[in-house]
Nanobody, 126 residues
Framework: QVQLAESGGGLVQAGGSVRLSCAAS????????MGWFRQAPGKEREFVAA????????YYADSVKGRFTISRDNAKNTLYLQMNSLKPEDTAVYYC???????????????????WGQGTQVTVSS
């Protein structure tokens, strides 16, 4: 399995921006499609965005489309999530995860991802 560690969360005002990073170690990072999920208190974990192993295909939840950008740097074994125009409803713990299937094609199902990081808190104040 690949080991993942998120960073970059914090407190930000509505309308602001934050960039999350996810550092990977262990098995070759470039073999995996990668995703970001989030979980707010009392809610289920939900899909945010994903990127193919080659960075050629990206997928977004409707709630973040046009505001968030997922990217990866395979040379640095790092996944990113640039979050702009943040809203209070974006407040959550954000997790990165590696897709189980090498042929990942955009599933938003939590069960299609494994090797989760520990999460990083993002709090958006109004």
């Amino acid at each position: 399995q690949v080991q993942l560690a998120e960073s970059g969360g914090g407190l930000v005002q509505a309308g602001g921006s934050v960039r999350l990073s996810c550092a990977a170690s262990g098995r070759p990072f470039r073999r995996y499609a990668m995703g970001w999920f989030r979980q707010a208190p009392g809610k289920e974990r939900e899909f945010v965005a994903a990127v193919s192993w080659s960075d050629s295909s990206t997928y977004y939840a409707d709630s973040v489309k046009g505001r968030f950008t997922i990217s990866r740097d395979n040379a640095k074994n790092t996944l990113y999530l640039q979050m702009n125009s943040l809203k209070p409803e974006d407040t959550a713990v954000y997790y990165c995860a590696a897709a189980r299937d090498v042929y990942y094609s955009g599933s938003s199902n939590v069960d299609d991802f494994g090797s989760w990081g520990q999460g990083t808190q993002v709090t958006v104040s109004s």
